[in-house]
């Protein structure tokens, strides 16, 4: 048994130890770095198993911000997962990345780093997964939002890219600004910076709440940038298009699990609140409104993602107001497998040609494989009974229709049937449209197509059993 920080410990050394060989190893083939990684996410994913009971909180003053409680071990496990997806997707996408270099012969200058950024961001969703106390939840945001800003801008010799971490960097320091004095208004009414000790002041009668309150939305708004909610979405069109492929899978994914797990936390003494809970009803109808309008009309794929993930934001905003932690963790997961499905197909497709939707035409002919993978993953999105995204709305309607949030089930409900169009959009390119003269056969690399056999299994897993995820949050 291995005590539970050990563990982004664990992940913090192996980014340290790769980053040293890379900056000494100078003929080393860089890919290989991607590969130790791989393996070293691996043995750690392993160990989440092995963990340690939580010690009490009175045994050392560490504990009053740290848990290693289920659930912050279930999105642990989510944490290193992603990373370990988004690692392969990068090992695809590597010839387009080192400073503008079209060859994939190695080694290729700036690679290294390109593989050992998303390790310190791991490490930072770890450490916000077990955050209970807002100071580490601070510190371990700034860790996870700093490696994004050099991800997003990382091919600096592309205009986009630099465009999307300019944006991203400025808002972001902006949601920052909004959490830090949140905090500093919930610190002033309360006295405490631990989140159960919050809800304990929260409980005694003569709370200046009013102040507690604008506190809390300050925080809602920091929060809302990172989960990519409606209004604090204006950077997610932007800078998902102009990013790197694989980052904007982390982005997408990593990010809003992280920003969910915190959301949680943070809301539970806040939802004691009434108004708290209105402005998140609020949040979670214009999210899923503006998310599935917007996508409608986009013709490049990762835009239309981008707006996407805003309406999935959305659904799983209906999951936390009905505060049920097993919808949120389970939509997550499914969410995790669809996304990074969408986008290992992506990253194959994309070297050819691009994002837009014509380079989809008639992918079927080119590759089935592919076309099949970007079909169960469109279909998933969708809601298709039988998958994991179908199942995922199910818990997320059921926990509205317990907690007679039958309003906001009413419009997501409405809102899926707009989603259908513009996710079988892609699949009519795939499969009906003609493909151009020019595309060729595409080849996909056996660690790829292995990655992508696995989201295929689990989609279609998850969305007729479900029992594991269950057990792992129990």
Known sequence: MIS???????????????????????????????????????????????VAPQLSTTSSPFWNFYSADAISLFFKRIALATTAGVLVMMLDFAPSVSMGVQS???????????????????????WMASAIDFVLIFVSLELVTISFYVLVGFTRRNPASLEAAVKYLVLSAVATGFLVYGITWIFGATGETNLQKIATVFSRPGLEQNAALFGGVLVIVALGFKIAAVPFHIWVADVYQGAPTPVTAYLS??????????????????????????????????????????????????????????????????AVVSFSGRAVAFYLVAYLLMTLLSFAVLVVVGQGGGDQLENFAGLSQRSPFLAFAMLVAMASLAGVPFTAGFLGKFLVFDAAVSAHHFGLVVVAVI????????????????????????????????????????????????????????????
Not at 105 to 123: I, K, M, R
Request: net charge positive.
């Open 4 to 50: 539970a920080p050990y563990l982004e410990v664990a992940v913090l050394v192996l980014g340290a130890i790769i980053l040293l060989v890379e900056s000494f190893a100078s003929q080393l083939d860089r890919r290989f770095l991607a590969y130790a990684a791989l393996c070293g996410l691996g043995v750690i994913f392993l160990a989440t198993f092995f």
């Open 104 to 126: 994939a012969v190695p080694p290729q200058s700036g690679l290294g780093e390109f593989f050992t950024l998303p390790l310190f961001t791991c490490a930072g969703l770890m």
């Open 253 to 318: 994914v990593g990010s809003k699990a992280a920003g969910f797990i915190v959301l949680l936390r943070v809301l539970e003494p806040f939802l004691i609140l009434p108004r708290m809970r209105t402005l998140l009803v609020a949040i979670a109808v214009l999210s899923l409104i503006y998310g599935n309008l917007a996508a409608l009309p986009q013709t490049n794929v990762k835009r239309l993602l981008a707006y996407s993930s805003i309406a999935h934001a959305g659904y799983l905003l209906v």
């Open 415 to 474: 809102t899926v049937g707009a989603g259908f169009y513009y996710y079988f959009k892609v699949v009519r390119a795939i499969y009906w449209d003609v493909p151009p003269s020019s595309a060729g056969k595409i080849v996909v690399s056996p660690l790829t197509r292995f990655s992508i056999i696995v989201m295929i299994a689990g989609t279609f897993l998850l969305g007729v059993y479900p029992q594991p995820i269950f057990d792992a949050l129990r």
